[in-house]
């Protein structure tokens, strides 16, 4: 089993920052893969970034390009996504979950159902 743990969500206005955590222990040597997706109220949960853990492979979401940065420290189990100018529609919960095999197979790393564990979600909030 795998637990995940997201921090550092919070409330910042338009053109904010903010970096999220992920924490991962228990067996985190079965991931291959960590990725964040986001829910807003009455919309699907969506792929926003994900990472090949230990290979540095990166994926994101074009919504988010250029304005968002997944990393990893191994040592630490943990990833992060830096957000940066943050817009009004970046308004969700955002989690943090984990896949066993590498993020591009079985279909896109964007697909929510190959994921096996997830977190409890941290919420962001941007106001103008």
């Known amino acids: 089993q795998v637990q995940l743990v997201e921090s550092g969500g919070g409330s910042v206005q338009t053109g904010g920052s903010l970096r999220l955590s992920c924490a991962a222990s228990g067996y985190t040597s079965s991931i291959k893969c960590m990725g964040w997706f986001r829910q807003a109220p009455g919309t699907e949960r969506e792929g926003v970034a994900a990472i090949n853990y230990g290979a540095y492979t990166t994926y994101v979401a074009d919504s988010v390009k250029g304005r968002f940065t997944i990393s990893q420290d191994n040592a630490k189990n943990t990833v992060w996504l830096q957000m940066d100018v943050l817009q009004a529609e970046d308004t969700a919960m955002y989690y943090c979950?984990?896949?066993?095999?590498?993020?591009?197979?079985?279909?896109?790393?964007?697909?929510?159902?190959?994921?096996?564990?997830w977190g409890q979600g941290t919420q962001v909030t941007v106001s103008i």
């Open positions: 979950a984990a896949y066993r095999w590498p993020c591009e197979v079985g279909g896109t790393w964007r697909a929510r159902a190959k994921y096996t564990y």
